[in-house]
């Protein structure tokens, strides 16, 4: 008999166990939320059940055995069930349901006669259907009279969604409702200031990022009213389709808008190229992971973990920075953290293990931190422009001091200046004097020149008589002049005046190297070929067969000469004269050029005169143009 007893125990306490808890209502219960086993639902993968076929299946409810439920598979339509005992009327109650993402909520009320009431809701239906004007669904409830009462919910969501069911009164709602929406006309009030106020410093400074940072403070509020309903309820209450791409956009957006603002408030180009290069190649990713959700399968937006890439990689790049000693990342740095610690929260709430933090704390942990992080980053923009002020200062300051040194040294120069020009006149008056008693020399010279040439004069007529004779000799003198010129100039020493009158410019000398240079005949120094054409040089000859143009001046010792070649011509012509025993300082003051130029090419002509001694003939005749060659 004990053994009966024991197992019928046992039984009576299983059956207890697994039933569903029933919530007991009275007027001093003004909310309540349904968890664990207050809660049962039951899966319809087909989605066609009715709801007389649920009813029927009232057994099938399986107990939900996390804190809240969800729908696991998006495919299927779930059944939701709740239970309540009304122990006194209540007037005007409803039930509400969280996450405005569902799709599909559809409500079983019973009635006072026992009927159930269908009420349909969520994001596929236009805003203005619902019974209330609030981003939630709420559910009014008809027939509170004492006793038992059971409600029913399908719901159908292509996102994964907790199933939260909160009974409320009437009152609490308002008092609940006002609050939240007091709560977001705050934070979107901050969100619109901050932007004002960047946008303005944009305007002021020409700073780019802060108009990246009004872009992605913008995205990030997109975001927060899509997740909230408050988007549906005010940009596109009549367009319900829009909340399949809200989320999505918005989250593109702010990723996008905060790897740009990073890019340019940390200077990532400038500090840390291999971040900016791996920062670039994620926002072309994410853009083409949005374009293929956005054209081909926008439920692909409902994977927002995709966020976590960028922003850790945002987060990475703002800790590399700040170690490497950029002040301004540090607001940068604590900002995300708080971010990252806001995602954290969020997540856990979704997944439902955050049941035990404040709703307000669990719900809103991701708008709280994102107001922290909007003031931090503000803070970070405003050092870095405080830095920016600090090295302008700086700059000016050294400007200022450069400015006094190039004054000073302007001063002391004028000084100098001053003092050269002074002796510079002492000198101009002396050598003044000088000219003037030279002018009298002169004078003197010419009154002995008058009396010379009224001497010449006389001796003039028998000059005249000579001359006659002189012109019969002048034919052969024509024709022999250059020869005798050719023959002074290669034995005995001319003047430059001579010198110059044979070899009187440019043109002159490189046709005399020319012809000196291939006497015995054009051979391309590169292919060995003898036939040629006119170069674009003067008197350079171009290979007809390999086209290589060579220079008069090609490997002669005139090649890479900076003096005029008609002086480098004298300069040799001397040296060699002289058997190089002439200084520079002489050929300086013959020549007019700087005496360190004549003594380096002093010292090319005699080393070439000395090996030309060692080979030189007895009896050669080519003068000083041995050493041209």
Not at 3 to 20: D, G, H, M, N
Not at 78 to 83: D, E, G, L, M
Not at 91 to 105: A, G, H, K, R, Y
Request: hydrophobic residues 40%.
């Amino acid at each position: 008999m004990t053994k009966y007893l024991f197992i019928f125990y046992v039984c009576l306490w299983a059956l207890t166990s697994r039933a569903q808890n029933i919530l007991r209502v009275d007027e001093s219960v003004q909310q309540h939320k349904f968890t664990l086993n207050e809660v049962k639902y039951l899966q319809d993968s087909t989605g066609k059940l009715t709801f007389r076929e649920i009813q029927e299946m009232s057994s099938s409810f399986t107990e939900n055995s996390s804190y809240y439920p969800s729908n696991h598979h998006k495919n299927s339509t779930y059944w939701f069930r709740v239970r309540m005992y009304f122990s006194e009327p209540v007037n005007n109650s409803i039930i509400e349901l969280f996450d405005q993402t569902t799709d599909e909520v559809t409500a079983y009320m019973p009635d006072a006669a026992g009927n159930y009431i269908k009420s349909e809701s969520g994001a596929n239906l236009n805003f203005n259907s619902r019974l209330f004007h609030h981003k939630n669904f709420e559910f009014l409830i008809g027939d509170t009279k004492p006793g038992y009462h059971t409600y029913y919910f399908r719901i159908k969501s292509h996102n994964a969604v907790n199933v939260i069911i909160v009974y409320r009164t009437i009152n609490y709602f308002i008092h609940y409702a006002l609050n939240e929406y007091l709560t977001y006309g705050l934070f979107y009030g901050m969100i619109l200031i901050f932007c004002f106020h960047n946008l303005l410093m944009f305007l002021a400074v020409k700073k780019k990022q802060y108009l990246y940072y009004v872009f992605y403070i913008l995205s990030v509020g997109l975001y927060e009213m899509s997740a909230d309903g408050i988007a549906f309820q005010y940009l596109w209450p009549g367009v319900p389709a829009l909340n399949n791409y809200g989320n999505g956009t918005a989250l593109y957006f702010t990723s996008i808008c905060a790897l740009i603002f990073s890019k340019e408030l940390l200077q990532v180009k400038i500090k840390a190229p291999q971040f900016n290069r791996l920062i670039n190649c994620v926002i072309l990713l994410r853009t083409t992971y949005f374009l293929y959700c956005l054209i081909f399968n926008n439920s692909l937006f409902v994977y927002k973990f995709v966020e976590v890439i960028p922003l850790s990689l945002a987060f990475a790049t703002g800790v590399y920075i700040y170690k490497n000693g950029y002040k301004p990342a540090r607001f940068f740095v604590l900002a995300y953290s708080i971010l990252f610690v806001g995602f954290i929260v969020k997540a856990f709430t979704a997944l439902g293990y955050a049941y035990f933090l404040p709703a307000p704390i669990s719900y809103y942990s991701l708008s709280f931190c994102f107001i922290i992080e909007m003031i931090l980053l503000s803070f970070a923009i405003g050092d870095q422009v405080r830095i920016l002020r600090k090295e302008k200062d700086a700059a000016h300051e050294e400007t200022i001091r450069q400015m006094q040194l190039n004054s000073q040294l302007k001063d002391s120069i004028n000084e100098e200046l001053e003092r050269q020009v002074e002796i510079r006149t002492h000198e101009l008056v002396e050598k003044s004097n000088e000219v003037r008693q030279q002018s009298q020399i002169i004078e003197n010279q010419n009154k002995e020149l008058l009396r010379a040439n009224e001497q010449l004069e006389k001796q003039a007529g028998e000059i005249l008589r000579m001359n006659i004779l002189l012109e019969k000799d002048n034919v052969q003198l024509k024709t022999n002049i250059e020869k005798v010129t050719e023959s002074r100039a290669l034995s005995t020493e001319l003047g430059y005046e001579e010198f110059s009158a044979k070899y009187p410019d440019q043109e002159t000398c490189f046709k005399f190297l020319s012809a000196l240079k291939w006497k015995d005949g054009f051979i391309c120094t590169r292919c060995s070929n003898t036939t040629y054409c006119a170069g674009r040089l003067p008197h350079s000859r171009r290979c007809t067969k390999c086209s290589y143009e060579e220079s008069a001046l090609h490997n002669t010792i005139f090649q890479n000469s900076r003096i005029p070649i008609n002086k480098a011509f004298y300069l040799t012509y001397l040296i060699y004269s002289t058997n190089g025993t002439i200084s520079s300082h002489q050929l300086s003051e013959k020549l007019d050029i700087r005496q360190s130029t004549c003594w380096t090419y002093a010292i090319r002509i005699k080393k070439v005169l000395q090996e030309k001694k060692k080979s030189r003939k007895k009896n050669d005749q080519q003068g000083w143009t041995v050493l041209v060659m």
